[in-house]
């Protein structure tokens, strides 16, 4: 059960979201480093905020994971690791 209060852990990502998650990042050369919820809102249950590496360079990205619709949605891309990790939360709800 998810606790859709105040309290909502952002990290209490399923399993099953993590493997989307992946496998979006996968079909674009990048890894999982991060993945979070990305508000505590009761509607937003299907929106995740995702960092990922890409996979042959020390370069990030930053996206909108939207499991409803599908796929990954307005990545900043280009990112150095704290560039990244400050876009990533900048960007939470």
Do not use: C, Q
């Not at 993945?35 to 299907?46: M, N």
């Amino acid at each position: 059960m998810i606790n859709m209060g105040i309290g909502l852990n952002y990290t209490n990502v399923p399993k099953s979201i993590v493997n989307i998650a992946e496998t979006e990042l996968n079909k674009l050369g990048y890894r999982l480093i991060l993945i979070s919820r990305f508000s505590r809102h009761p509607a937003d249950t299907y929106l995740w905020m995702v960092m990922g590496r890409e996979n042959n360079r020390e370069i990030y990205a930053v996206w909108l994971l939207n499991t409803s619709l599908g796929g990954l949605h307005n990545g900043d891309y280009e990112l150095d690791f704290k560039s990244a990790l400050a876009t990533f939360v900048n960007r939470l709800n």
